[in-house]
């Protein structure tokens, strides 16, 4: 199977929270990222969590790491119009600082 | 805005066509990266830079041709492309190559091959 796997879509009311996973393979996993991809933009950096870390709060976005399960989400709380686009989450490996990216997630927040 | 720039933005070419995009960092990196995103693909990595040295090249085929002048400059250039080519490439950076540098990226180079 693919390193980085995440669900294709994801639809949520404006106002509600919403919840992106994220599994990846690789247990030597160093950083893990999240990504956000507006339509006809790249990639902007939301957020990251080092692997060692369980939680990590920055104002509306919480990014959950269980290492066990090889699990990462990202909880957006308050969802607003702005943030329908693209979610990716990435892994970096031990070695070099190369980026192995999942599928992507697409949100749409319905008002 | 992230402090890495592409240009063009939009790109269109024929077959056998010569073109090249740009990307540029305003961020004192020392690496830059190439990658590939396609319809129906996860993001690929294509080419590394680390100080003007490449230190990857996963298996690109040799219609894709990386330039890297100085830190601060990465080039594709591209020729004899397929309409498959056609995606967004996407220019990233980071201060170097070790594991625990952020990679910041650009807001990506549409290409589309007719």
């Known amino acids: 199977g693919e390193d980085v796997e995440q669900s294709l879509f994801l639809s949520v009311r404006e106002g509600d929270s919403s919840v992106i996973n994220c599994t990846y393979t690789d247990s030597s996993s160093t950083y893990l990222y999240w990504y956000k991809q507006e339509p006809g933009a790249g990639l902007q950096l939301l957020t990251y969590i080092f692997s060692n870390m369980d939680m990590k709060q920055d104002q509306r976005l919480t990014v959950l790491l269980n290492k066990k399960d090889k699990h990462l989400s990202l909880r957006i709380a308050d969802t607003q119009t702005g943030d329908s686009a693209i979610y990716f989450c990435?892994?970096?490996?031990?070695?070099?600082?190369?980026?192995?990216f999942g599928g992507g997630t697409r949100v749409l927040v319905k008002p | 805005e992230t402090g890495v720039t592409q240009t063009p933005r939009h790109l269109v070419m024929g077959m056998t066509n010569k073109k090249s995009l740009k990307c540029e960092q305003h961020l004192g990196h020392n690496a830059m990266y190439w990658y590939k995103q396609s319809a129906k693909k996860p993001l690929e990595l294509m080419f590394v830079y680390n100080f003007k040295e490449q230190t990857e090249n996963n298996s690109v085929p040799s219609r894709f041709s990386p330039e890297c002048p100085n830190s601060s400059h990465l080039f594709l250039h591209l020729h004899t492309l397929q309409p498959e080519d056609s995606a967004l490439y996407l220019c990233?950076?980071?201060?170097?190559?070790?594991?625990?540098?952020?990679?910041?990226f650009g807001e990506g180079s549409w290409l589309t091959v007719v």
């Open positions: 990435a892994e970096r490996k031990a070695a070099g600082n190369k980026l192995t």
């Open positions: 990233a950076s980071s201060l170097d190559t070790n594991s625990g540098n952020t990679i910041y």
